[in-house]
């Protein structure tokens, strides 16, 4: 399937209206809360298109959705992409300063947001340039502050879909750096479908019957995609959770509840798993089929911890938020355990040296990828766009070879970006946050394999004069970070050095430091 093959005027929402001729009663997402039909969802997407509308939401205006994985989430998104808008899908573990950034940078007027994560924007919400409506999931918010649930309720459960081009942008996401704001990375109409088709159907072989659930979350196109766009784009249904997925509890209880046949997380959600003694005997995972891992490569222990007790393949594949999905991947009955796999057909890939000559078979070089899913640019960045989309070819930062057999295998990154937990981390966020706690003079934060074999930051730490090493401090400046930024980005282990090792220039060698 190429782009072209898409009518000209196309909108995503078709993903979840072309099941209503043949399968409406089917149930499509089920939920601890709410359990929807498709014509259930449809009706509230085209309830929630009209209330857009009288807030005089316009065709390519952003719109902010920061909510747990739930059945309204999923209704907003499609009630902003049939009206033409585009769907900002918010990262719920970002802390006030940077949902800041993003209701900024993507200019929202409005934004649809869960009570439980209305005190993440209590206190920047005064100071918003473009932010006029707050709509409040599941409670109240400030008075005038719509409340979801009376804001639709009025609302006809008819509405014409904007016949949007098919190029024309219906989502942004945000993804960060190493240094500097996150950048906004905005995906098409046409990127939906052909994802579905390229990797969801042709590559994972998902079929109407099967039901799909996973720990990446919503605002991630990995959830976006895997859990929402491709099965529905198949008629199958999904599962959605809005309990924290990195309790593994939390995962396997949703599990044995709703019965999925197709399970995404990232390779820590695995070793969580595998940690419990008790799993098989605790949990009914025989709903299952195939299991999928991507955010950060999968070690083959894992793979071969999770197939011995459990009896299921991981298909373990690379994507990426500028490509939206899934671009080299293992498939069933296709699967070298370790490496990322092959090429998914609609895409070509190169490893390149730094002249961009193409690297012989076995040796490391650059990932460049090509396809028609790519997104076209970062939002207003447009040095890092230039460095990033080069012509047909996007630049991953990513270390691959490939070997004699035609898969490839990762390894690394060209910039010093950490993935932990399949999200990213940047090392200099890190040390500028330990850096502002008061006995501290200098860190370096480099990538670190725990027991699993995954990645996760160590922080070097220069004290300053007159603060002495003691385990009392790791756990403060532990503490400290968890305070400051998203949890997942703490040090999990901290060593005190006397100095770091730097250029004659100054700047850090994280190189050498990494073990
Ligand atoms: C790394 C992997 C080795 C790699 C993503 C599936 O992770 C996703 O998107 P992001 O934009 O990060 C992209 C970067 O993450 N990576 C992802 N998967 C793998 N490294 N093996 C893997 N299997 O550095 C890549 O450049 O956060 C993953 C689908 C959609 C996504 N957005």
């Given at each position: 399937m190429k782009a072209s093959d898409l009518p000209l005027n196309y909108n995503a929402v078709n993903i979840l209206e072309h099941n209503l001729t043949s399968r409406a009663d089917k149930v499509a997402l089920y939920t601890a809360e709410r359990e929807l039909t498709f014509r259930q969802v449809a009706d509230e997407v085209n309830q929630i298109g009209h209330a857009l509308k009288k807030l005089?939401?316009?065709?390519?205006?952003?719109?902010?959705?920061?909510?747990?994985?739930?059945?309204?989430?999923?209704?907003?998104?499609?009630?902003?992409?049939?009206?033409?808008?585009?769907?900002?899908?918010?990262?719920?573990?970002?802390?006030?300063?940077?949902?800041?950034?993003?209701?900024?940078?993507?200019?929202?007027?409005?934004?649809i947001v869960h009570a439980a994560l209305l005190p993440s924007i209590e206190s920047i919400r005064d100071s918003q340039e473009f932010l006029k409506h707050v709509v409040v999931i599941g409670g109240r918010g400030?008075?005038?502050?719509?409340?979801?649930?009376?804001?639709?309720?009025?609302?006809?459960?008819?509405?014409?879909?904007?016949?949007?081009?098919?190029d024309d942008f219906c989502s942004l996401n945000y993804s960060s750096g190493t240094t500097g704001e996150p950048k906004g990375i905005l995906h098409a109409h046409?990127?939906?479908?052909?994802?579905?088709?390229?990797?969801?159907?042709?590559?994972?072989?998902?079929?109407?019957?099967?039901?799909?659930f996973g720990a990446p979350r919503l605002f991630f196109t990995f959830g976006t995609g895997g859990v929402l766009i491709f099965p529905w784009y198949v008629g199958a249904?999904?599962?959605?959770?809005?309990?924290?997925?990195?309790?593994?509890?939390?995962?396997?209880?949703?599990?044995?509840?709703?019965?999925?046949?197709?399970?995404?997380?990232?390779?820590?959600?695995?070793?969580?798993?595998?940690?419990?003694?008790?799993?098989?005997?605790?949990?009914?995972?025989?709903?299952?089929?195939?299991?999928?891992?991507?955010?950060?490569?999968?070690?083959?222990?894992?793979?071969?911890?999770?197939?011995?007790?459990?009896?299921?393949?991981?298909?373990?594949?690379?994507?990426?938020?500028?490509?939206?999905?899934?671009?080299?991947?293992?498939?069933?009955?296709?699967i070298r355990p370790g490496s990322s796999g092959k090429p998914v057909p609609g895409y070509e890939v190169r490893i390149v040296d730094e002249a961009f000559n193409d690297v012989a078979d076995g040796e490391v070089g650059n990932l460049l990828v090509k396809g028609e899913t790519a997104s076209l640019s970062y939002l207003h960045q447009y040095e890092k766009s230039r460095k990033t989309?080069?012509?047909?070819?996007?630049?991953?930062?990513?270390?691959?070879?490939?070997?004699?057999?035609?898969?490839?295998?990762?390894?690394?990154?060209?910039?010093?970006?950490?993935?932990?937990?399949?999200i990213w981390v940047s090392p200099v966020e890190v040390e500028s946050t330990l850096i502002s706690h008061p006995a501290v003079l200098e860190s370096a934060v480099?990538?670190?394999?725990?027991?699993?074999?995954?990645?996760?930051?160590?922080?070097?730490?220069?004290?300053?004069?007159?603060?002495?090493?003691?385990?009392?401090?790791?756990?403060?400046?532990?503490?400290?970070?968890?305070?400051?930024?998203?949890?997942?980005k703490r040090p999990r282990w901290i060593?005190?050095?006397?100095e770091l090792p730097k250029t004659a220039t100054g700047k850090i060698q994280r190189f050498k430091l990494r073990g």
């Open positions: 005089d939401v316009h065709v390519g205006e952003s719109v902010g959705i920061l909510s747990p994985d739930c059945a309204e989430w999923v209704t907003s998104f499609f009630g902003i992409v049939k009206i033409g808008a585009v769907s900002v899908g918010m990262n719920t573990l970002l802390k006030p300063h940077e949902l800041n950034y993003i209701l900024n940078d993507s200019k929202a007027r409005v934004l400030r008075e005038g502050d719509p409340v979801f649930k009376e804001w639709i309720k009025n609302e006809p459960a008819e509405l014409g879909v904007t016949p949007t081009h098919r046409k990127d939906y479908p052909l994802t579905a088709q390229l990797w969801g159907a042709n590559v994972l072989g998902l079929k109407e019957s099967d039901r799909a249904s999904t599962v959605l959770m809005s309990a924290p997925p990195r309790i593994a509890a939390n995962m396997l209880e949703t599990i044995q509840r709703f019965k999925p046949t197709l399970l995404y997380n990232a390779p820590t959600g695995y070793a969580a798993m595998l940690a419990m003694e008790d799993l098989k005997e605790k949990y009914d995972l025989s709903s299952l089929r195939l299991c999928v891992s991507a955010g950060e490569s999968l070690p083959a222990s894992i793979w071969h911890g999770w197939k011995e007790r459990t009896g299921l393949d991981i298909i373990d594949g690379i994507g990426s938020t500028e490509n939206f999905h899934i671009f080299i991947s293992n498939r069933p009955g296709d989309f080069i012509g047909e070819w996007l630049f991953t930062g990513d270390k691959y070879y490939k070997d004699k057999d035609g898969y490839y295998w990762h390894a690394g990154r060209s910039d010093d970006m950490l993935k932990v937990g399949g480099v990538g670190h394999p725990d027991a699993s074999n995954l990645i996760k930051p160590k922080a070097f730490v220069v004290l300053k004069d007159g603060h002495a090493p003691s385990d009392e401090l790791k756990n403060t400046l532990v503490e400290y970070c968890k305070e400051k930024m998203a949890e997942y060593e005190f050095v006397s």
